[in-house]
């Protein structure tokens, strides 16, 4: 691999890696598969373009008002739709299965909003795009800030998630939720509180994503499948598994475009999905 496709390839899982860390938090810990997951990361890029078009922000600015936002909205849906789910299926396994149908109906209805919304096209905004020059690889400045902001997010989540109370509790749901009352854990509270970050990771991440390439409303089935992909091969709730996997991806995507054709990429990344489930269901890094 030469050292420009590293360079593009580490710049590449960077974003993924903090896009895949919302998802990891809203399965490992509340067992919600969202498949409208991706949806919310395209709806943090449109919030990101429309308050940096509107008001002539930066958008980091935009970050105070869009990550909040979603947290707000992922904790009230997790309330009004997931919760219920939660209480009708206790004891009988079924949550898994009944958030992946009411999750499958919320992408279309949250992709019907934004194409109604913003329409099917590309939307995209210029921002910080002097080139940067690495090792004879030159990369936009904005994209370089965007990866470089989401690992030092998805290391200090981990460290967050180590070392604090809040991180204990979650780390105990996941592991052990029948056992987590017994110490004093209300199991529904850590639940929406990680389904209500995962969500606003998510925007964060589509506002980092929005920084350096255009988007459309279509593009957030691409992104679920590529953070289902990294979940799988870091491992089920294993944020450092979730970290070495986006950056792993981020690298063979960058190697199959280089060698290749950039065509292949989306095919390499369903192969990777089927390769692991078959051969290591439990993730590469546990």
């Known amino acids: 691999m030469s050292l420009s496709t590293l360079v593009i390839g580490l710049v590449l899982g960077g974003t993924y890696a903090l ?7 809203q399965y490992g810990v509340a067992r919600i598969m969202n498949l409208a997951y991706g949806e919310l990361v395209i709806a943090g890029s449109f919030a990101t373009y429309l308050i940096v078009t509107a008001f002539g922000l930066n958008p980091f600015v935009a970050l105070i008002v869009v990550v909040p936002a979603a947290y707000a909205v992922s904790y009230l849906l997790y309330a009004v739709v997931m919760q219920p789910l939660e209480r009708r299926s206790r004891g009988s396994g079924r949550l898994e299965v009944d958030s992946i149908l009411v999750t499958f109906g919320l992408m279309f209805l949250f992709q019907g909003l934004l194409v109604l919304g913003f329409g099917s096209g590309f939307t995209g905004y210029s921002w910080f795009e002097a080139p940067v020059d690495i090792f004879g690889t ?3 400045a904005s994209r370089l800030i965007g990866a470089g902001l989401a690992i030092a997010i998805g290391a200090a989540l981990y460290l967050v998630m180590q070392k604090t109370r809040w991180g204990m509790a979650m780390r105990a749901v996941a592991t052990r939720p029948a056992d987590a009352p017994l110490v004093g854990i209300n199991s529904i ?19 980092i994503l929005s920084m350096s390439q255009p988007f459309t409303p279509t593009d957030g089935v691409f992104l679920t499948m590529k953070a289902l992909v990294i979940i799988i091969m870091g491992g089920v709730g294993n944020l450092a598994g979730a970290l070495a996997a986006g950056l792993m ?8 475009a280089a060698a290749f054709d950039p065509g292949l990429t989306l095919a390499v990344t369903y192969a990777i999905f089927l390769a692991v489930l078959l ?3 439990q993730g590469l890094f546990r």
Not at 19 to 25: D, K, N, R, V, Y
Not at 249 to 256: Q, R
């Open 138 to 140: 030159k990369i936009a």
């Open 19 to 25: 896009i895949a860390l919302g998802l990891t938090i």
């Open 279 to 281: 051969w290591r269901p």
């Open 189 to 207: 509270v850590v639940a929406r509180s990680a389904f209500a970050t995962g969500g606003a990771l998510a925007a964060l991440g589509g506002a």
């Open 249 to 256: 991806l981020g690298l063979i995507e960058a190697g199959v």
